[in-house]
């Protein structure tokens, strides 16, 4: 099958670790024996900018094209208008230029399926270029999209448009059905599915071979995550703050990621009076990451806007014992008191007692951790893409009936 994977999200020059779920699942589609291309969109960022402002660097320099590790990916630059103003002007110019892409290399007419990964500005984009090159295409939503894509007569047709048109919806949550549904009933699309993202359990298993366990210590908390409000950092820090006045003995709580949340959380940090023990390491390549998420002792990320959570997923096969909140997409991985804790969004004092549990309860949280490590490795790529497949398959084989 020859798969075309839209996407503004794929590991690349200016931020290595980016979609890295998207290149896992490349990955392990090539290894079925698929020929994969990526076409990976960027906004356009004139050089002058890239000079002014250190953000848009990496945006400016970018290649037209790269070979890495088999797949063929293409950049796709495009004309992004800011705060999702006039959104069906970003996606038309997305469109255009994916088009153009796929005529210059000859390859309109070579795929039998697209797989469009995110609603801004790619899905807005598909049904375009899908009809242009008649070829169907298969929408994977990964977060709740900002209303502002959405708003207003025409952006609601916009994105309806964009969900019927599909000839499959995915999610990678179940958070993700129940936006859906306030948007289109589900029931008027073909196929309309949950299916979650996998890990690299051979990548885990290898960092795990070179961890030395430190059995002179307890109460090592660690967070990987963006650096956005939704993940629920400040929460950990004021549940550490409370343990701290209660004499609970946590060792250090290690946070990986960037992000414009960082300035305010180390402020926070400062003010609560524990930034002793706290170290921001900022964004990491991901098998430093994975080594200093082997070495920790409870994976803890209270986010409140979580459509999945890949790195739940990591902790556990890791054998963490790990927090999640109720009513997200840690639902999904995490079974409450049997391989991890779920608690209330945006409470501290809820999450200080389950952190206070695991850390006074060392047995308690190693039971924890083996069921984590034991349903963790459920969660496959392999797994997830002959899901996929099948839904590719059902989809090519209704066209030709």
Known sequence: MNILIITPSFPNLGNITEGLFNAQQAQAFKKTGNIVVVMLCKPCAPKYLAKKFKRYAHLAYLPEYEERDGIFIIYSRFLQVPHYVFPAVTAYSCARSIIRNLKKMKLEHFFDIIQVHSTFPTGLAAPIVSHEISCPYTLTLHIQDDPRIFRGNKGVTLYKNMLAKASALITVGSPLERFLQTILPVQNQKICK??????????????????????????????????????????????????????????????????????????????????DRVAFLGRLKHRDTLRELAQADVFCLPSWQESFGVVYLEAMAMGKPTIGCTGQGAEDIICDGNDGLLVPPKDPTRLAVALKRLIQQPEFAYKLGLNAKRRARQFTWDRNVEEYLDVYQSIISSRHL
Do not use: F
Not at 225 to 251: C, H, Y
């Open 194 to 275: 949950t299916i979650h993202n996998g890990i690299d359990i051979a990548l885990v298993d290898e960092i795990l071979q070179g961890i030395v366990p430190q059995n002179n210590h307890w109460g090592h908390i660690i967070s990987i995550s963006n650096l956005w409000p939704v993940k629920g950092i400040d929460t950990n820090l004021k549940a550490l703050a409370q343990l701290r006045n209660e004499r609970v003995p946590w060792e250090k709580y290690t946070i990986i990621g960037e992000g414009p949340a960082r300035v305010g959380l180390e402020k926070l940090a400062k003010e609560l009076q524990i930034n």
